[in-house]
């Protein structure tokens, strides 16, 4: 039997080869996720483990207790197991440079050889709190070199001049969070009481025994831990961050083995189809039902062995690189067998069981077929699976639904999953009616049109089969899109309700510079800049406070449309609503209010604009300032960018004015709104990429479709020559099959992912922000598009073989 099996791949290995093609997709998938997942793991460790690599014990103390003070660590260097101690400091400063001012990370190095855990690549260690050294991606992304004088700005305190000193062999980039990683002397954090101490012990003490000694000595909220302890739970808790990406890459893998099945069962159910009276013969002679089966499995087994083995080996490399993108190999290569081998296994069995249908159906093939010549059609009739398909479907879009309103995450998830199995079960049935559909609309063309209704009619069940596996593919896609867009929007929604404004800058005392407001001027992102008045004054019930005056323009261009009307009682104030709750009134209520010992009526409303600053100021009109505190003050700049404004390119110019004036603090939506959609681009980008592979697959299925269905059709199509019928006639009559298929895949996919995007979207973050839904006409329309050049391209191996066929072959036998 398996020679029989070889024997059918080996003749026509070419109807084969979408089979082939799909499961080597799958299967490298799932292997690249296995190695990606065992090589970045290792990398992480290493990366957790490295800062205690040169310890023996680490004591924490609790950072929920009250500060021991700045002595401690020396219970632990007295210790007699212990040799050396070094202590761990970190801070988050601002880094301040002729052209950039950000934010970076500032950690202690040991003074002591053997307490320090990585090399230098340059230069000298730090010998004072003036001095420090940085890793090669800090001095790189910042510009610098060693021996240059940076400025940092730790707190709101003074700026603090240092110098860099030498640049550090770390090997890696620190996951951390932030881009710009500083190490300085402990003399820095002088006074301070550090997070952590290192120590070396004694050669013939073990560390736990000076662990067990040291909990035993110390108080309750300091923790003693070997070294290697601690770097395993720290490799534990980045580990689990990457498993989130591991279990997407895993997520969009089995979506492809998911389409890759569907490929599969309808290229054997094809093939099968053709093999109709070869397997009525095969029955004929004695052949029994399970042997014709098996027959066929046995076939699906080798070329599932063949295109796992393919795929498993790719994936091995394909799973490295992406952990080389992120950085994260500094372990080198790790592959887990076990997971490769389930990859395997998985790709094989998916062939199989893909198999398994069409396989039974060829097994109950009777002897008598093998007088018949004329193709069977295989139509889709609503059976037991579809019903159960439609009340799946329905009941878990209701239950979607209902998760989404009652802001319930897991229930939300939990419904949308039943509807779309119950989608995929039924929507087989559904896609056969819109075919005969899509028939009697190209009947009314005529000419090729008619001709490829007429065969997308004679086998509506594989047509839907390709169909669908469009669907899965532009659905996701669609949905993602969607809820990507609906994202962005609702992010930005949240942003300008919370930062009217997009840029601010501000100085404690006096005015901004001039200097510093003309850099901002300057920036072409934005379409308004403002100077707004500014007093400190005392207000009764708020305190001691910097009272805003802005103009009528902005506070229109903020929504601060209070502030502009002219016909109130008394002029209003914009507060926040812990102010308003400290005056003791509501919003939109009258109240006198003692500012510099003179009494003013005010009107309060809360208002973002109050905080706009980065800090609670009042808000009220210009005028308004002028009359109660006169003055030249100018100490805030405030800009409103562009709709379509670079947010790079605005945080880049802004970056550039807090590097030329380090007196000014930054605040406004500019920074987390770059930080939230960097995220969401990048969680976003990669899984469009994996779902382009599920699309690539499906395409395959298409052209599969079309390729064998050529083959079938080879007489008919010597006929229709030979009664005048053009090669390009009959390019086209495919063309116009395939742009059905992809077509019908690609809206069905609209209409059902961009309703599971706004509600996915919706379920995730409609309990923290209102859902501000916008639907990507344009990426969805650009869908659409790629579906038409995704089905012309299904034509080509197709078109070619169908050129060829000569009008003579029509009167050839079977």
């Known amino acids: 039997m398996p020679g029989y099996a070889w024997a059918q791949i080996v003749a026509h290995p070419a109807r084969l080869a979408s089979v082939l093609s799909a499961i080597v997709l799958g299967t490298l998938f799932l292997a690249a996720t296995a190695v990606f997942a065992a090589t970045s793991s290792a990398g992480l460790r290493i990366v957790a483990a490295a800062p205690l690599s040169a310890a023996d014990v680490i004591v924490d103390r609790d950072p929920e207790a009250a500060d021991p003070g700045a002595g401690w660590p020396e219970q632990v260097a007295e210790h007699p197991g212990v040799t050396a101690t070094a202590r761990i400091h970190a801070g988050t400063v601002q880094l301040v440079t002729d052209e950039i001012r950000a934010t970076a990370n500032l950690y202690s190095i040991s003074d002591r050889d053997e307490l320090r855990w990585f090399e230098l690549a340059e230069g000298e260690w730090p010998a004072n709190a003036a001095e420090m050294v940085a890793d090669a991606p800090t001095l790189d992304s910042a510009g610098l070199e ?94 689990g961050g990457a498993q ?145 398909g439609l009340v799946a479907a329905v009941a878990g879009a209701a239950v979607m639904v209902s998760g989404m309103l009652a802001e319930n995450l897991p229930v939300a998830v939990a419904g949308g999953f039943v509807g779309a199995v119950g989608l ?105 800049v403002e100077t707004p008045r500014t007093a400190r004054v005392t207000v009764g019930g708020l305190g001691e406070t910097t009272l805003v005056g802005v103009s009528p323009e902005l506070a229109r261009e903020t929504g601060a449309e209070a502030l502009t009307g002219t016909g109130s009682a008394a002029p209003v104030m914009l507060v926040t609503a812990d102010q308003l709750d400290a005056v003791g009134i509501g919003t939109g209520e009258a109240v006198d209010l003692d500012v510099d010992g003179e009494t003013h009526r005010f009107i309060l409303y809360v208002s973002t604009l109050a905080t706009a600053s980065g800090e609670a100021s009042p808000v009220v009109r210009d005028d308004v300032l002028d009359s109660v505190a006169p003055g030249e003050d100018r100490g805030m700049v405030w800009g409103l960018a562009a709709e379509d404004a670079d947010d790079d390119a605005l945080a880049e110019s802004m970056s550039l004015v807090a590097g030329a004036d ?123 598009a790629a579906a038409v050049v995704l089905g012309l391209a299904a034509t080509l191996a197709p078109s070619r073989r169908a050129a060829r066929i000569a009008p003579a072959e029509g009167l050839s036998g079977d």
């Open 662 to 784: 380090p007196g000014i603090t930054l605040n406004g939506a500019l920074g987390e709104r770059g930080d939230l959609t960097d995220v969401l681009d990048v969680l976003v980008n990669l899984s469009l990429a994996m779902l382009l592979v599920t699309v690539v697959v499906s395409g395959l299925g298409v052209a599969n479709t079309l390729g064998l269905s050529v083959l079938e059709r080879t007489r008919e199509l010597a006929l229709l020559r030979a009664l005048g019928l053009t090669r390009g006639g009959l390019r086209g009559t495919l063309a116009v099959e395939a742009v059905v298929i992809a077509v019908l895949g690609a809206l069905l996919g609209l209409v059902i992912g961009v309703p599971y995007g706004l509600v996915g979207v919706d379920a995730v973050i409609g309990g923290t922000a209102p859902l501000v839904v916008a639907v990507p006409w344009a990426e969805l329309s650009l869908l659409l």
């Open 146 to 239: 060693v021996g240059d004088t940076v400025s940092l700005l730790v707190g709101d305190g003074e700026a603090t001049d240092m110098t860099v000193v030498g640049a550090a062999d770390i090997g890696f980039q620190p996951l951390t969070g932030v881009q710009y990683q500083f190490y300085t002397s402990e003399d820095f954090f002088a006074g301070e009481s550090p997070l952590s101490v290192t120590a070396d012990v004694t050669d013939r003490t073990s560390p736990e025994a000076v662990v067990e000694s040291l909990g035993a000595d110390l108080p309750d909220d300091l923790h003693p831990m070997s070294a290697e302890e601690q770097s395993r739970l720290a490799a534990d808790r980045f580990a």
């Open 424 to 528: 995929l079960l039924v929507l087989r049935y559904a896609i056969s009616r819109l075919i005969g559909a899509a028939d009697r609309l190209l009947g009314l063309r005529g000419g090729v049109f008619e001709l490829a209704g007429a065969n997308l009619r004679r086998d509506t069940g594989r047509a839907a089969t390709a169909t669908l596996t469009l669907v899965l593919g532009f659905g996701l896609i669609a949905a993602l899109a969607t809820a990507a867009s609906t994202g962005r929007a609702t992010i930005d929604g949240d942003l300008d309700d919370r930062f009217p404004v997009d840029v601010s800058a501000r100085v404690d005392t006096g005015s901004v510079p001039a200097a510093t407001v003309d850099m901002v001027r300057d920036i072409d992102e934005l379409v308004l």
């Open 244 to 388: 989130q990406l591991e279990l997407i890459l895993l997520v969009f893998a089995l979506i492809d083995l998911l389409a890759a099945a569907l490929v599969i069962a309808n290229t054997f159910t094809i093939l099968l189809s053709q093999r109709r009276r070869d397997t009525a013969l095969l029955r004929l002679v004695g052949a029994e039902r399970t042997q014709v089966r098996d027959l066929v499995l046995v076939e699906a087994l080798i070329i599932g062995s063949i295109g796992s083995a393919i795929g498993v080996a790719a994936g091995v490399g394909a799973g490295y690189a992406g952990a080389s993108l992120m950085e994260l190999t500094g372990g080198g290569l790790h592959v887990s067998a076990p997971a490769l081998g389930g990859a395997f296994l998985t790709g094989v069995a998916t062939t199989v069981c893909a198999a398994w249908f069409p396989a039974r159906k060829a097994a109950g093939t009777a002897p008598v077929e093998a007088l018949r010549s004329a193709p069977l059609r295989n139509g889709v009739r609503f059976g037991a699976v579809h019903a159960v």
